[in-house]
T-cell receptor
Framework: GAVVSQHPSWVICKSGTSVKIECRSL??????MFWYRQFPKQSLMLMAT?????????EQGVEKDKFLINHASLTLSTLTVTSAHPEDSSFYIC????????????FGPGTRLTVL | QQQVKQSPQSLIVQKGGISIINCAYE??????FPWYQQFPGKGPALLIA?????SEKKEGRFTISFNKSAKQFSLHIMDSQPGDSATYFC????????????FGIGTKLQVIP
């Protein structure tokens, strides 16, 4: 199966700072990646669709200037949380579709962000 | 608008029993219905998926039943084991590559010995 990694696995930062989270497809190329956030004991909420070589597509209600997405290569997408605040504390997960029909999404292990 | 409704939100089953989780969707354009398993602190992993051209799909102890007319699908876990204790998410989306899926709220399953 396909493997997706995320780095870091957890990060603690001070309010007002920016944090970058990396999502990598290790053994396949991903022209599209998805970014989700998950609050404790809640479902995954899609934040944006990351497209290699073009602008990301954000879901309604997601601030594109706060959650910067860059998909610079076929194996790497980054999510930067700018001017983080405590309410941004969450579990951020990326996924990439792969397979015969590219329907199956392979998820990364997630990044736990805590903003103090 | 909650496009995928999942129930129950929590479930306790004895070892060896059958775990049943139900989902309903609203968008008739959906044609891809995966189930994901998530352990605490980990990303979800695909468990099994079905498309509307079949009414049932079985993989090992896991079975998806699909009712297109009722817009419902369910996950059955036969012979449930303590290792199955996890959160299960149903999802729905469109096939054909690079399509986003919408997740249900999740069901926390606990299998007790």
């Amino acid at each position: 199966g396909a493997v997706v990694s995320q780095h870091p696995s957890w990060v603690i930062c001070k309010s007002g700072t920016s944090v970058k989270i990396e999502c990598r497809s290790l053994d396949f190329q991903a022209t599209t990646m998805f970014w989700y956030r998950q609050f404790p004991k809640q479902s995954l909420m899609l934040m944006a669709t990351s497209n290699e070589g073009s602008k990301a597509t954000y879901e309604q209600g997601v601030e594109k200037d706060k959650f910067l997405i860059n998909h610079a290569s076929l194996t790497l997408s980054t999510l930067t949380v700018t001017s983080a605040h405590p309410e941004d504390s969450s579990f951020y997960i990326c996924s990439a579709p792969w397979g015969r029909e590219e329907d199956e999404q392979f998820f990364g292990p997630g990044t736990r962000l805590t903003v103090l | 608008q909650q496009q995928v409704k999942q129930s129950p939100q929590s479930l306790i089953v004895q070892k060896g029993g059958i775990s049943i989780i139900n989902c309903a969707y609203e968008n008739t354009a959906f044609d891809y219905f995966p189930w994901y398993q998530q352990f605490p602190g980990k990303g979800p992993a695909l468990l099994i998926a079905i498309r509307p051209d079949v009414s049932e799909k079985k993989e090992g102890r896991f079975t998806i039943s699909f009712n297109k007319s009722a817009k419902q699908f369910s996950l059955h876990i036969m012979d449930s084991q303590p290792g199955d204790s996890a959160t299960y998410f149903c999802a729905a989306g469109n096939s054909g590559g690079y399509q986003k899926v919408t997740f249900g709220i999740g069901t926390k399953l606990q299998v007790i010995p």
